[in-house]
């Protein structure tokens, strides 16, 4: 369970570090990029998780709203977590994708 736990933190951070994200207005914490919360994952962490958030080599996301609340997930994206850095999305986006990631159960 603990080493499960782990995987999740790792790959969150490696999501965030090998993503093709960012490119957008680096003053701004409340970025709204216009774009669905699907479509900014399929942007900022598919590369990692898979494009159905489970064949990338980061761990799965698809049942990802059963261990962590939105809140939760919103901070890992944010402030990264072991290999995944921070500040792939930022403001508005990570929270929009961490709610969507939320419902994955």
């Not at 994952?41 to 494009?51: E, R």
Request: aromatic share 6%.
């Amino acid at each position: 369970m603990r080493k499960k736990f782990y995987g999740v933190i790792v790959g969150l951070l490696v999501l965030i570090l090998a993503a093709c994200g960012g490119g957008g207005n680096d003053s701004s914490d409340a970025n709204d990029s216009g774009l669905t919360a699907e479509q900014m994952y399929m942007q900022s962490c598919s590369s990692c998780h898979g494009n159905d958030m489970r064949d990338g080599y980061a761990p799965d996301l698809d049942k990802i709203g059963s261990k962590y609340s939105s809140e939760e997930i919103e901070e890992i994206i944010l402030n990264g977590v072991g290999s995944m850095p921070k500040g792939i999305l930022k403001g508005e986006d990570a929270k929009k994708v961490a709610e969507w990631l939320a419902t994955h159960k």
